[in-house]
C-alpha cells in the first residue's frame, strides 16, 4: 500500500516560509495573493495489503516522528 | 478560489530529506517501509473567481517561482 502524508501547520500558527513566498509572488508582479502557507508531504510505501493496517500504521508515524502535533495537522491518503 | 499546489521530486532524483525519513523511521522499529520521498505543498487563495483563470495564474507562479522544473513535479488542484 502507498501512503500520501499531507502536514499542515495548524491555523494560528505563523508560517514565516509562507510569508516569505507570499512576499516573493508580489515583487514578482502577483497581485492578490493571500493567505500562503506551506506544509509538507510525505509519500511512502508499506508493507502491508490491508488499508485499515496501512492507515493504524501511518497514523502511528506522524504521531511519533513525522508531524508534530502542537503545531501541525496531518492527513492520510492510502492508496493501493 | 484556492489553490493547492504540490511540489514532488522527479523520480531518479536523489531525496536525501525522504532517506533520513526512511532511516528514523526504521530505528523507531517501523518495518517494511520504502520509498520514501519527501515534497511540499503551498495552499494559498487566489482573488479570482474564475478556475482556469486561478488555474493559469497558479501554474505561471510554479514556473516563475514555486518549483523547480528541471528536478521537481508539480500538481495544481483548485477549488472555491
Request: hydrophobic share 40%.
Amino acid at each position: 500500500m502507498k501512503a500520501k502524508i499531507t502536514i499542515t501547520l495548524k491555523n494560528g500558527v505563523l508560517d514565516p516560509q509562507g510569508k516569505a513566498i507570499e512576499g516573493s509572488l508580489k515583487g514578482l508582479g502577483f497581485e492578490g495573493v493571500t493567505n500562503v502557507r506551506q506544509g509538507k508531504e510525505i509519500e511512502l510505501t508499506l508493507d502491508e495489503s490491508d488499508e485499515a493496517a496501512a492507515r493504524a500504521k501511518a497514523e502511528e508515524m506522524c504521531r511519533k516522528l513525522l508531524a508534530n502535533p502542537v503545531m501541525e495537522n496531518y492527513a492520510i491518503e492510502i492508496s493501493p
